[in-house]
């Protein structure tokens, strides 16, 4: 590939390295250049061009990124077309992602201009989820190095599909262990089958000795169901308990216990004929991930687990300080839901480009100010504190916003988008909050008791971090995030706002509906007379 500056009358065939934008319209990288292109060029007084042009040994970024992406499908996905020399994979079903490590590392040594990028081995992804991604880095890669990434790829990536089947459920008591306890655990249990379709087929309680729970094992195999789970009033503790010796009294086996996840060290696989039988650890009666749910995923995917399988997870199994994954749905017990510190963020910074020229944010209703407005509303509801991002006409908005006990924070980028906002507001939030709503400052219509709701509906021990308002089952604002999103929140880029890590984690959002004001934000001078808006009087606009 020959690469670097051409007279553009000399272009016509050559891919353009870089987008031009042209007062008619862009001419996007990696388009192939047409005698109508050369006189766009020429009349935009543009006398040279970065391209590329190809050798004949050499392969388009399309078409190499397809042949790699096909090259690494084992199975289980699909592959959305072609662009700017990338193709992407993504799940064909809910499953666990199997990606084979060695084949991905070989792709990605072959030559720096051909990469393969995966999600983590042994993912648990839904169905149309991104799991991969084949990016060649430049215009076009020779015929011998993307020739070699085939041929190492290997069907390196795959989905192994969930499998749905029935599911025994053997649980041992004392004297100490409530039925309350032994409830729970069953519904969090039931909650886990679902993700791959499974259900509880049947329950035993007994007690906790060998006898019993021998008994309990071989009444379980009897009845035909395709997977065993014990979980013992008492934590197993070594190979020699009364779980594993039940297993072997019923004429199974204990195939290993122990394991290097935290939580989850307690955890015990074995088998009884061909049906396999995992002892919990007691983390398992939470919802919370541990490391039971990587061993009972890769169970109903049809993936052996195996003792080196086991062992080799010590690399990422340190959990206990993971909030974001999403987590079966318990609610924890009425009068003991621990009292959380909630703060507002409201995004005042926008230059409302479309307000047609006014700040639509000093606009008045009533002859209030709508920033006032929204600033008086969440002030009124049950919010800890509230801090004010201001940006563009700074000195106007904290004005309009005098004798309000808020806390203000400038953002210098606020030209950037509303992520350079929601990164200021975040970072200036008090230490002790436990979770953030994010407001934005032209919706007067979401009123104290709309914000009261969403945080009622708040429950991150009941797997709800995420908290949305909605009208008429779409998602609108504002949106109350745990502390666990803090980090990513603070490191948004753009002007899409979160919307992406809403994407990301549907799992945790619940949406609470608020009526039309969760989606009604006063944006066009249209929208502003609709609501009864009158603009403010002019001044000098001071950042």
């Given at each position: ?490 490191r948004l880029e753009g002007d899409s706002g979160a919307r992406h890590l809403l994407d990301d984690h549907p799992d945790d959002l619940a949406l609470v509906e608020i009526g039309p004001g969760a989606r009604l934000d006063l944006d066009t001078p249209e929208a502003l007379a609709a609501a009864g808006a009158r603009p403010a009087m002019r001044g000098p606009a001071r950042d």
């Amino acid at each position: 590939m020959k690469f670097g500056p051409l007279r553009t009358r000399d272009a016509e065939g050559a891919l353009l390295a870089h987008t031009i934008r042209l007062d008619d319209g862009a001419l996007k990288k990696g388009h192939s250049l047409t005698a109508d292109d050369i006189r766009r060029l020429q009349a935009a007084q543009i006398k040279k061009v970065i391209t590329a042009r190809l050798d004949p040994d050499d392969c388009h970024e399309d078409r190499a990124a397809e042949r790699l992406a096909r090259a690494a499908t084992g199975g289980g996905i699909t592959l959305a077309p072609a662009f700017t020399g990338r193709v992407n994979l993504h799940a064909a079903t809910d499953g666990l992602l199997i990606v084979d490590t060695p084949a991905v590392n070989a792709v990605n040594r072959v030559d720096p201009a051909i990469t393969l990028a995966t999600l983590p081995a042994f993912e648990r992804v839904t169905g149309g989820r991104m799991v991969a991604t084949a990016k060649i880095i430049p215009l076009a890669v020779g015929e011998p190095p993307i020739a070699r990434a085939e041929g190492v790829a290997r069907a390196a990536v795959r989905v192994a599909p969930f499998r749905a089947r029935s599911v025994g459920l053997v649980a041992t008591t004392l004297p100490h262990l409530k039925p309350a306890t032994l409830d729970k655990t069953r519904r969090i249990t039931e909650a886990r089958l679902a993700v791959s379709g499974s259900k509880l087929a049947r329950e035993l309680r007994v007690a906790h000795t060998v006898p019993a729970v021998a008994e309990a094992l071989r009444e379980q195999a009897e009845a035909g169901v395709g997977m065993i789970l014990i979980f013992g009033a008492s934590a197993i503790v070594d190979p020699m308990d009364v779980i594993p010796e039940g297993i072997r009294a019923a004429g199974g086996e204990v195939e290993h216990f122990g394991m290097p996840v935290d939580p989850g060290n307690l955890l015990l696989i074995g088998r009884i004929g061909n049906i396999p039988v995992i002892g919990a650890p007691g983390c398992a009666r939470s919802p919370k991930e541990n490391g039971f749910d990587w061993v009972l995923d890769r169970y109903m995917a049809d993936c052996p687990v195996t003792r080196d399988d086991i062992m080799a997870m010590g690399v990422g199994g340190l959990l206990m300080e993971i909030g974001t994954r999403p987590q079966p749905r318990e609610a924890p017990p009425e009068g003991r839901k621990r009292h959380r510190k909630i703060a507002g963020v409201l995004l005042a910074a926008g230059q409302a480009r479309r307000a047609g020229g006014i700040n639509k944010l000093l606009a008045t209703i009533d002859n209030e100010p709508i920033v006032r407005i929204a600033a008086r509303n969440a002030l009124g509801s049950g919010l800890a504190s509230l801090t004010v991002v201001t940006g563009h006409m700074s000195t106007e908005i904290e004005a309009a916003l005098d004798g309000l006990p808020v806390t203000f924070v400038h953002n210098p980028d606020y030209a950037e988008g509303m992520a350079g906002s929601i990164r200021a507001g975040i970072s200036a939030l008090p230490s002790d909050a436990d979770a953030a709503l994010v407001l934005l400052a032209d919706m007067p219509e979401v009123t104290a008791d709309a914000i009261d709701r969403l945080i009622a509906a708040y429950a991150p021990d009941a797997g709800v971090p995420v908290v949305a308002a909605a009208h008429e089952g779409k998602r609108g604002n504002p949106v109350l995030w745990d502390k666990a999103y803090f980090e990513a929140l603070a490191r948004l880029e753009g002007d899409s706002g979160a919307r992406h890590l809403l994407d990301d984690h549907p799992d945790d959002l619940a949406l609470v509906e608020i009526g039309p004001g969760a989606r009604l934000d006063l944006d066009t001078p249209e929208a502003l007379a609709a609501a009864g808006a009158r603009p403010a009087m002019r001044g000098p606009a001071r950042d």
